[in-house]
Nanobody
Framework: QVQLVESGGGLVQAGGSLRLSCAAS????????MGWFRQAPGKEREFVAR????????DYADSVKGRFTISRDNGEGTVYLQMNSLKPEDTAAYYC???????????????????WGLGTQVTVSS
């Protein structure tokens, strides 16, 4: 089994920054792509960013491109999401997830991920 634990969320003013971390325990994640998703109250969970197992390939939702950066440290078993220039519309619970090897799609769909953390709340005030 894989356990994913997110941290780093909090309350920040618009324009500020936060760095989220996703620490993995159990099996190594170095051979798996990882993703970050978010879910605001009353909305569906949506794709934010993903990164390949080696870290060489990244992908971002248009809404965060140029402001968020995903990275990983396979030695530490941790995936990061650096969030800059935060906006009130970025307010949501943020989840990291491990991408399943059963799918070869875009990597932007929740069904492509088999293990999820419990999330960390990010609130951006205006």
């Amino acid at each position: 089994q894989v356990q994913l634990v997110e941290s780093g969320g909090g309350l920040v003013q618009a324009g500020g920054s936060l760095r989220l971390s996703c620490a993995a325990s159990g099996r190594t994640l170095s051979n798996y792509a990882m993703g970050w998703f978010r879910q605001a109250p009353g909305k569906e969970r949506e794709f934010v960013a993903r990164i390949s197992g080696s870290g060489g390939i990244t992908d971002y939702a248009d809404s965060v491109k140029g402001r968020f950066t995903i990275s990983r440290d396979n030695g530490e078993g941790t995936v990061y999401l650096q969030m800059n220039s935060l906006k009130p519309e970025d307010t949501a619970a943020y989840y990291c997830a491990r991408r399943s090897r059963l799918y070869s799609g875009s990597g932007r769909n929740t069904y492509e991920y088999d293990f999820w953390g419990l999330g960390t709340q990010v609130t951006v005030s205006s």
